[in-house]
């Protein structure tokens, strides 16, 4: 069962309020009730109105006794509070009614019977639970009226600065400058910003007063917060800035992406646009050099169509142009050098036989072909010397 504030039961005890009656109040209630429901059970069991109306007289006094008996016993409980009265009155201080309070009780009421324990609920249901939260009240009048109470300085404006040594910020509220809370490295910041004007505004104060706030070189004094801790601290704000500069850049990237991504394919349907119709135009030069019909339109300003292929001259790789002629024959270079040192020859096929070489008999000789008398053997030799 979910428990109830502190502040709430000292409230209750403060008033007065007597937990045991109320539930004894709600015991009745609930036995009420029961009694009318076995009675409407047993009314439409015998579903005779005369049979049914001795027992609801009977209940109905039951149930007249019963509230008696309870108003009796309440009234003998406020007999009793009203004796021992004088003995709490040092302690309770007493206060009139405040209007609104039975529909409060009632509400309680209805809310503790509404309750049910965690333990009894299921996995399912403990989703659409509601966890409880404490209720914070920022009285602002109150507190300042408080602090006005144990302030030394009642006067800051009369009083020099050097004596209290405190400052409020008249800076515009953060509610301004750090709209969400949950952000730490802006609400850091924020804090920074404000004891940074807050101190430049204190050291003016301090050196108009002519007092001395400046440490001596050899002052050593330790830090509230260690430097391991403060280190920390700023590498914390170092990777939140860090990522959220990341993050930004990331972004950026993504858009620089998608727009060079969308020129990309604009220039590269444009650039094939541009081959496909040079190709086309190529083809229809090539069909009109071989005499054909292309069968389209021949427009004004189109440049193969201007080109006349008959008549155009074909030149070289260096720009020179080639044919028979004067113009168009062998350069005049060779046909200088052939002028005069001469034509070599051919040099293919010089080696190769024809009818007149094969017809010529002038070194023809039967001698010759009988060729060289064989060499005597070593006996003839011997006996010829």
Do not use: C, W
Not at 51 to 59: A, L, M
Not at 115 to 144: F, K, W, Y
Not at 230 to 246: E, F, L
Not at 281 to 306: A, H, Y
């Amino acid at each position: 069962m979910a428990k109830k504030s502190k502040l709430l039961a000292a409230l209750d005890r403060h008033k007065g309020r007597d937990y045991e009656a109320e539930k004894r109040q709600k015991l009745v209630k609930t036995a009420e009730k029961r009694k009318r429901q076995k009675v409407q059970e047993k009314g439409e069991e015998v579903g005779d109105s005369e049979e049914s109306g001795p027992e609801d007289e009977t209940d109905g006094a039951k149930l007249e006794e019963d509230k008696e008996n309870f108003v009796s016993f309440s009234d003998q409980e406020e007999e009793n509070a009203a004796a021992n009265g004088a003995s709490t009155a040092s302690t309770t201080i007493p206060q009139p009614p405040l209007p609104g309070d039975a529909s409060a009780s009632e509400v309680e009421e209805e809310d503790d019977e509404s309750d049910v324990p965690l333990s009894d609920l299921e996995d399912e249901d403990l989703e659409d639970t509601i966890p409880h939260q404490r209720l914070t009240i920022n009285n602002g009048p109150a507190l300042i009226a408080s602090t006005k109470r144990v302030a030394l300085v009642k006067k800051p404006g009369a009083t020099s600065f050097y004596v209290h040594n405190s400052l409020i910020s008249q800076l515009p509220p953060t509610e301004s400058s750090v709209p969400d809370p949950n952000d730490d490295l802006t609400r850091e910041l924020e804090f920074y910003r404000i004891a940074r004007d807050a101190a430049a505004e204190g050291r003016s104060l301090l050196k108009k007063e002519r007092i001395p706030f400046t440490r001596p070189t050899d002052y050593f004094a330790e830090m509230v917060k260690s430097d391991e801790h403060m280190g920390r601290v700023k590498k914390k704000m170092y990777d939140d800035a860090a990522s959220k500069k990341a993050a930004e850049e990331a972004r950026k990237l993504r858009d620089a992406k998608k727009f060079g991504k969308a020129v990309q394919v604009a220039k590269e349907q444009e650039r094939a646009k541009e081959k496909r119709n040079t190709l086309d135009k190529i083809k229809e030069l090539k069909r009109k050099r071989k005499g054909q019909d292309t069968g389209k339109v021949v427009e004004d300003n189109d440049l193969f169509q201007s080109i006349d292929v008959d008549s155009a001259p074909t030149k070289d790789r260096a720009g020179r142009e080639r044919g028979s002629g004067p113009n168009g024959g062998a350069p005049n270079k060779r046909q200088k050098r052939d002028q005069k040192f001469g034509f070599g020859g051919k040099k293919r096929f010089t080696k190769s036989g024809d009818a007149m070489s094969s017809g010529d008999m002038r070194g023809f000789s039967a001698s010759k072909m009988k060729g060289k008398p064989k060499r005597p053997g070593k006996s003839r030799r011997a006996a010829g010397r």
